[in-house]
């Protein structure tokens, strides 16, 4: 059973910086599509970033280019999301997702976590 745990949200002013961190378990994700989405509270779930197993390709949202970078740390079975410069749109709940597609839809994603939140205020 494939399982993504994700840890490191909080709260924050804007302008400051947190490391997001998804473990995954539970299959072989060597070919695999590990991504970041994100759901602000009335809002529908939206992609944020996505990046190969292997680290050779990523992609991101516009609204967080620039300012978000996610990597790998394959030998420690981890992904990451780090976040600087971080607004007020950024607050949300942020789920780690896996799929084997290299896609920002949120249906080439069938493995999820449970999300992790990030509030950041004034």
């Known amino acids: 059973q494939v399982r993504l745990v994700e840890s490191g949200g909080g709260l924050v002013q804007a302008g400051a910086s947190l490391r997001l961190s998804c473990l995954p378990s539970?299959?072989?994700?060597?070919?695999?599509?590990l991504a970041w989405f994100r759901q602000a509270p009335g809002k529908e779930r939206e992609f944020v970033a996505r990046?190969?197993?292997?680290?050779?390709?990523?992609a991101y949202a516009d609204s967080v280019k620039g300012r978000f970078t996610i990597s790998m740390n394959a030998a420690k079975n981890a992904m990451f999301l780090h976040m600087n410069s971080l607004k007020l749109e950024d607050t949300g709940v942020y789920y780690c997702?896996?799929?084997?597609?290299?896609?920002?839809?949120?249906?080439?994603?069938?493995?999820w976590g449970r999300g992790t939140q990030v509030t950041v205020s004034t």
């Open positions: 997702a896996a799929g084997n597609r290299y896609s920002s839809n949120i249906d080439d994603f069938p493995d």
């Open positions: 539970g299959r072989t994700f060597s070919r695999a599509i």
């Open positions: 990046i190969w197993w292997a680290a050779v390709g990523t």
